[in-house]
Nanobody, 126 residues
Framework: VQLQASGGGLVQPGGSLTLSCAAS????????MAWFRQAPGKEREFVAA????????HYADSVKGRFTISRDNAKNTVYLQMNSLKFEDTAVYLC????????????????????WGQGTLVTVSS
């Protein structure tokens, strides 16, 4: 399985970006895909996840109401729409995939995920 993340860039505070994560190599009847991020000097943290087939969505408190995760099964792609971006959202954003549907409590942990993309840099700066 390969994950290709894209869509990062430089944006001003209050702006928006949409990240994409395209999966290839296998299909799964049940799975979860997630976004994590890692800022310089900080640990990797959970951002958002979506499970299949129930389509449940889960967010970190720091991004609730600003970020939206969605998926397009036909394209094997997950998106992260990021609005009202803040300086503290600056990080490398990584997408991850678990090839089976995890229980709810597991979606927030990076150890849940089997496959990782290479990351895309989001910089929020004026």
């Amino acid at each position: 399985v390969q994950l290709q993340a894209s869509g990062g860039g430089l944006v001003q505070p209050g702006g928006s970006l949409t990240l994409s994560c395209a999966a290839s190599g296998r299909t799964f009847s049940g799975y979860a895909m997630a976004w994590f991020r890692q800022a310089p000097g900080k640990e990797r943290e959970f951002v958002a996840a979506i499970r299949h087939p129930d389509n449940s969505k889960h967010y970190a408190d720091s991004v609730k109401g600003r970020f939206t995760i969605s998926r397009d099964n036909a394209k094997n792609t997950v998106y992260l729409q990021m609005n009202s971006l803040k300086f503290e959202d600056t990080a490398v954003y990584l997408c991850a995939l678990r090839g089976t549907r995890p229980i709810l409590s597991m979606v927030y942990s990076d150890s849940t995920y089997n496959y990782w993309g290479q990351g895309t840099l989001v910089t929020v700066s004026s």
